[in-house]
């Protein structure tokens, strides 16, 4: 097995003190770089890069070199679950994905199948391991799938959306088949992310992305379990939880079997750490806007939450980098991070 020669999230993952806090953004390796543009420009499209492996190996690690994060994330997309399943998706230029079929009745559920993901998922594999020989252990690899939920929320609304609420309605009015298809998601998934780290990645993520839009009792009926059953299966790397909007289930959140939770940037330091608890790692939580604003004023927003989550912290943003970003203010966020001592903590 390689040795890594910078292993700093994994050692904060497994409660050691480090020297510094590491650092890495969710959709690092993407729009905000010119070289990935660059790649992209090549291409039919978004899908033809994910499933392309040599090329999703490629900008997975620009990233690294270029903005000097403490991981990289495979490049890859977490609807390429539901199209293992047995529902493709379209990547429409400015509008999102797009599903030309959707799970409405049982007998759309028929039709979906739990993936095997060295047959289905194989480009994505194949993309891991060929980033780690190229990362040449530098840094972790950080593989991911998206939340039972969230699967959910795209498989039967067929799109973006800013209420979901076809997708909620299928909760409510089909709860047996809501369940059903939830556990055929939660199973795919684990075979999935017990794939990715077999493949090589060193830890993995979890993305809720559309948690904050359900009630918290839905919450805790229609997600919960099924990430519950997630980080209890697959226990070969660490996990990290991000469910974005979920302030109100931050104590569940806190009970799961993994090693972290991911904060968006509405959820304080402090009162997520009492909620959370001592044990857990956190995530976060820097707003993206943060990174429009001057250097000085990057630099002193970024101290300001180092200093509040104090240790047992991974530094990241409180959501995905956005398109526009200049890749000069990202890289004064990140040394800011890189030059912060924990002793200031």
Not at 164 to 181: D, G, I, R, T
Not at 319 to 337: E, N, Q, S, W
Request: charged fraction near 25%.
């Amino acid at each position: 097995m390689q040795t890594l020669k910078n292993d700093l999230i994994l050692r904060v993952l497994r409660g050691e003190i480090t020297e510094r806090k590491p650092v890495w953004l969710m959709r690092q390796a993407g729009r905000i770089l010119p070289e990935y543009r660059a790649v992209r420009e090549k291409l039919s499209g978004f899908i033809e890069l994910a499933t392309t492996p040599e090329l999703a190996a490629e900008v997975t690690i620009q990233p690294v070199d270029l903005l000097g994060v403490d991981a990289a994330i495979i490049f890859s997309d977490i609807l390429v679950v539901p199209e293992a399943m047995g529902l493709p998706y379209e990547m429409v230029e400015q509008r999102g994905p797009r599903f030309p079929k959707i799970v409405t009745n049982s007998q759309d559920l028929a039709q979906v199948r739990v993936a095997n993901p060295e047959e289905d998922l194989a480009y994505v594999l194949e993309a891991i391991r060929l980033t780690k020989q190229g990362l040449q252990g530098r840094v972790p690899l950080i593989g991911f799938a998206g939340a039972p939920w969230t699967i959910f929320a795209y498989m039967t609304e067929g799109q973006g959306s800013k209420t979901f609420s076809k997708a909620k309605a299928v909760l409510y009015n089909q709860p047996e088949l809501a369940h059903e298809l939830l556990q055929r998601i939660t199973d795919s998934t684990i075979a999935y992310l017990k794939a990715q780290i077999k493949a090589g990645a060193d830890l993995v993520q979890l993305f809720d992305s559309w948690a904050g839009i359900l009630s918290p009792e839905a919450y805790r009926t229609f997600a919960l379990p099924y990430i519950r059953q997630i980080a209890e299966a697959v226990q070969e790397a660490p996990m990290i939880v991000f469910a974005k909007g979920a302030f109100f289930a931050r104590v569940e959140l806190g009970q799961l079997p993994c090693a972290a939770i991911g904060l968006d940037w509405t959820m304080d330091a402090h009162e997520s750490r009492l909620l959370i608890g001592p044990e857990k790692v956190l995530q976060g939580n820097l707003d993206p806007c943060v990174l429009y604003g001057d250097y000085a004023f990057i630099r002193k927003r970024t101290r300001e939450m180092l200093q509040k989550f104090g240790p047992k912290h991974i530094v990241n943003l409180g959501h995905g980098l956005y398109p526009d970003i200049d890749p000069d203010k990202v890289r004064c966020f990140i040394d800011t991070v890189k030059e912060y001592q924990l002793q200031e903590a």
